[in-house]
């Protein structure tokens, strides 16, 4: 190998490292918007669930029409419509801030799709266990809470880990609004310096971050597994 092709080697080496502490803090704001908008949109998700199976329909069809809105449309265009249409029809719900616009974006959307993989958790439990708490003199509300969600909470690791890594993915969509997670620097960087290596390293970085959390969600699967 020549010198010359040693010395291009050791230089894109060299630009790659410079990159990194950039990449590195854009890793952190796709990390904590991902953790806290499947957070909230799973907690939101277990109210929807229950709704949307309730027999009441003035409460289990709003909480369809949610569900089916929210998945039905594109999260690029519910988080478009959050940050810069809504302030135009309601002035008063601005969202200034950027994080918080993407974060209430994300876990409304979340929350649609987790209430579809609670609401199969939920059906999934033998419908027995909930005649025999009825008869015991459970009501509805603590039947729920006592014996059928905590049983449902296995089931619903693989599809909430499968939620979760999508939307990993997806918070690359903030950079329509200026958010600088990974994506966003990605963009300036290349814009900065001309480079296109820089998708390789952006890549591999989102590989590294996907990588770590199924294998938690692979572990924690294991752990709590039905078949355990």
């Known amino acids: ?15 790659i490292l410079s990159w ?23 907690i939101l998700s277990v109210f929807l669930a229950i709704g949307k199976m309730s ?26 419509f ?13 969202i200034n801030n950027r994080f918080f616009a993407a974060f209430i974006a994300f876990s409304l959307n979340s929350a649609a799709y987790c209430a579809e993989i609670v609401r199969a958790a939920i059906q999934s439990v033998d419908k027995g266990q909930f005649e025999a708490s009825r008869a015991l003199g459970l009501s509805y ?14 089931r ?17 969509l903030v950079s329509i609004i200026a958010l600088v997670d990974i994506a966003r620097v990605t963009r300036r960087i290349q ?3 001309g480079s296109m290596l820089i998708y390789i390293p952006a890549m591999i970085l ?12 692979n572990r924690l699967e294991k752990k709590y597994s039905v078949y355990g």
């Open 191 to 193: 814009d900065a310096s």
């Open 1 to 15: 190998m020549s010198r010359r092709r040693v010395r291009n080697i050791m230089e894109t080496i060299q630009k």
């Open 82 to 94: 959050i940050y810069y249409a809504l302030p135009v029809i309601i002035p008063a719900l601005t």
């Open 55 to 80: 027999k009441n329909r003035l409460i289990s069809k709003p909480c369809g029409a949610y569900v089916f809105f929210f998945r039905g449309t594109p999260l690029l265009m519910q988080l478009l």
């Open 141 to 154: 509300a603590q039947t729920m809470r006592l014996i059928i969600i905590p049983q449902s909470i296995r």
């Open 20 to 42: 990194t502490p950039y990449l590195l803090s854009g890793a952190g704001i796709t990390i904590s918007l991902t953790l806290l908008s499947v957070s909230a949109g799973l």
């Open 156 to 172: 619903l690791i693989p599809p909430v880990g499968n939620e979760f890594i999508m939307m990993l993915k997806d918070t690359s």
């Open 206 to 217: 989102y590989l590294i971050i996907t990588a770590f959390f199924s294998f938690i969600f």
